[in-house]
């Protein structure tokens, strides 16, 4: 039998205890959530059956934790623990206390429940997102911070210090990387991390000599002096060459700003022998063709020029070199193409000048023959170089023998020489329309010693000198289909294409069906230094 | 509201707003594309581009004053007053009678909520028409910039206001649905005394049975962090486990009275969950109604660093 004084504790408002005193005795005490319990507690985190206090063999007493239930003896978790004065257990949110004896009961336990529910018995957590503490003010104002230290403050760095400037320019990612609007176009990259090196003052256009500084070899539209160059005032170079947008960007292929002058050039520039140009296919005048003259050179329409032909001091027939059976040649019949002796520079855009050796004489043709008394061969020169060859030629073969030396009969050497070089010149060489004059005029002249002239060739290089023309591009086409001489048999016929014929393919300034758009840059070149009419 | 309220920003003054941005989109757009800049480059260093930019950046500062103004009209940087139950069914100026209640409403050019009405639909009208004009100033140039930057701040503020503009006009509807004439608090303490009663009602009934009930009481969490309240639910919420399992043990109760409380626990918890799973279902409408501000705002913030970024470099390496 135990004999158990509980003294249950509460706490008045002010915290004060007040104690109830209950007697309990039975063989064991049971605690816990049910009825039957001698010590009855009415929580739900006691158990039905918490814990049950015994008396051990030999007469002392102990407190028996049920299965899954855990008892605290003075801060560690134990099963059971003897109930010495003193001892403080914990039952669930219960404290138990052992008081020391009475000497009237066995055991006198203070009771006092030290973990109360909360009013709520739920925690409380944020129910909006007010709650949470977040501040849509400290986040904007954080992230515009960061943006402003990383895009505004860093990249205004470099240009308060060269010394900086310099550093940073190589860094992987530079201060001012942030701000180029794009990738800066060809050359122009190898300075991308450098931005100073174009945008030289701050708040200030990237001026016109920074570009000069460069490219020192660019040439003006037009020269200051020239009246119309009023229309670039207020012009930079940054107007048309607008960098940052791409690799491949910076010329501008734009005909817009060529129209705003040349679209009216006759009344912006009276006088001009410029035609008004709006666009290659609507609004373009006919070609000119440029022809040398003594002055220079004269620019013709082209249909005007076409009357007038070619006068290149030539004799040549593309029809019968151009002859689909061939033309005959020391190694038979050859058929000629026009590549054989119009040789494309490596520009891709004119031909190799031809000559005599590497066009008309590379396959044993037009070799330039005498055979009196002796054969010998010409070479190809002024009149004076081949009377000079010549001369030179039968005087060393007439030194060469007393046999060669017998028909000068009472004529020197020298004499002999000079017969023989005149008598096969005019046999064989300068004759209307044989060996020299089967190319070349010929006139008689009264100079004695060389008394022919060839009219001097002058083969036009460039027709259209004020438009760049490449052949190269146009590989896909034949020659004859711009330049149809195949029937031509005299070397006055001009064979340019007109402007219709560019047309075929050449759309003006916006794209076409089966046409390539064609702007003013496609032909013309802005920075050139040819005179303007 | 709402739907009242929606309809007066959507059609404010007969769509006057939005014929503006209409308007302005409109002659924006055919000026693009009549626009022939130089080398077919069309980007904001363009004649063209400068007038949008400058255009775009007038109204941002517009739209940004709105949100000034309905702070110093409201009190409050968001329309959480405005969709919650409590304003429900007044007018604007009562809300902004309670929310400067006891200080004098400092009005800062907007006079009253009227005007304040139709700041918001210009806002809402204007902000979309920004997009097509900050896109046709960029001239579909992007990269990796400050440029690009503020641009994609841009279109991500126009965005989370999209997605605020959506919530707004179906939100407040769907919580009044939802809670009817209670309110949050009543909800919660609601929940509370059902606690209350379930605690005590199993005190006589078996541990298993209080487990479950203890769990519910103290585990169950009504809101919670910023994921929690956006879902409005509770993986493994213990009130619902405790609803499912409490009549599995049911069996083990011979006398008709234990039954009988039990029945009576399980009506609690039913109770409970349904009170719990409407609290969360408030919260989270009112969670997603708001939680596009914490971008839009401080977005918007970021976007005017960026805008000023954007500017500073443009003219400083002209």
Redesign the interface.
Known sequence: MISCLLIQVTRNSQNLPICKDSVISGETIQIGRGAACKIHLQDHRISLLHATILRTEEGGLYIDGENNVTLKVDGFITLSADLLPGTQIEVGPYALQVEPSDGVHDLILRLELVHPLPAALAVRVPVSLSELGWSKRRFGFGMAAIILFLFMLLPLLPAASSALDKWQSGLPVTLTEAWSPGPLAGGHALFATKCSTCHQRAFKAVTDEVCTGCHTRVSRHLNKADSAAAAFAGMRCTHCHIDHKGREQLVLHDSSKCVDCHGNIKDKKPGTALGNVRDFVSAHPPFHLTVPDIAGSIRYLQDDQAKRGEKSGLKYSHQIHLDKEGVSSPQGDTVMQCQDCHKLEESGKHFVPMTMETSCQQSGCHALDFTDPVTGLAPHGSERAVMNSLRAFYGKWLSASADNRASCKSLSLQDCANELARRNAAATLFRKDLECGECHEITATSDQEVPWRVTPVRINRDWQPGATFVHAKHDTMKCTDCHDKTGSKVSADVAMPTIGKCRECHAGNHPAQGRVASGCDSCHQFHRSAAIP | MNNMQGATLLNYKNYRYLKVSAAIVLVALVVYVLH?P????A???TWLGYTLGVLATLMLFGMMWYGVAKRSITGT?DW?MITDREGEGRDLAEMKARHLRGKPPVNKGLRGSGMLQEWLSGHVYLGISLVVLATLHTGF?L?????T?AYVLMVLVVLSGFYGLSVYLNYPRLITLNMGEDT?DDL?LK??EL??LA?AR???L??EV?VL??AS??????????L??LSGSQRNCPTAFATRHLLELGGQYVREEQRKMLRDLYSLLMRKEKLVQR?RTD?ML??RL??W??LH??????L???L??HI??I????
């Open positions: 022939d130089v080398g077919d480059r980007f904001g260093g940087p959480s140039h990269g990796w910039n400050v440029h930057l949050l919660l929940i509370a606690d209350e605690a199993a005190l006589d078996s541990d209080n009930v203890r009481c103290q585990e169950t969490r009504v809101g919670g962090d910023f929690q309240q609290a919260i009112k969670a708001e939680c501000l914490y705002a401080p977005l918007g913030i970021a005017f660093a960026a000023a970024a500073v470099a003219y400083f390496y002209w």
